[in-house]
């Protein structure tokens, strides 16, 4: 966490960039880099529990709402990619085209996307045991003899 680059998909215009996610698209790897107090900020949002309500509402399309001070509605089209779209109600956004309230939703839908492939990885890791300790001998023991 202590690679500084430019951004190379938001224009972001604040100082103290900070690199927070890596992605891989078309097998190039990308950055989006955000501000490094937007970023803490958007963590104490998702540490309080004030990101509610986020689903998936179309191929790659995020919507969520972010309780600070009122509710914001968030939306994110393609967020780990370099077509991303993001929108926010707040004032922040309309004056820097970023926010806490999008890095905030950004975060829970990292973790939920993990929490999927962790789902995923259990299963095909227990699957794969259950292949290769079934040896020949096992395998004829659970046909029934009345199927022969
Ligand atoms: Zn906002």
Not at 94 to 122: D, S
Not at 138 to 145: K, S, T
């Amino acid at each position: 966490m202590t690679q500084f680059t430019r951004p190379i998909h938001l224009q972001v215009v604040l100082p103290n960039y900070k690199y927070l996610f890596v992605m891989k698209e078309k097998n190039q790897m990308l950055e989006l880099i955000y501000d490094e107090e937007l970023v803490h900020q958007a963590e104490l949002l998702l540490e309080s529990n004030s990101i509610f309500n986020l689903s998936n509402i179309g191929s790659n399309l995020y919507v969520g709402n972010v309780k600070d001070g009122k509710i914001y509605e968030v939306e994110i089209q393609s967020p780990f990619a370099k077509k991303q779209k993001a929108s926010c109600d707040c004032v922040f956004f309309t004056q820097h085209k970023i926010c806490k309230h999008i890095i905030g939703l950004l975060f829970a839908i990292r973790n939920e996307i993990k929490t999927k492939q962790e789902t995923k990885e259990v299963i095909g890791e227990k699957s794969k045991q259950k292949l290769t300790s079934l040896n020949i001998n096992q395998m004829l023991d659970e046909i029934n003899p009345c199927w022969i």
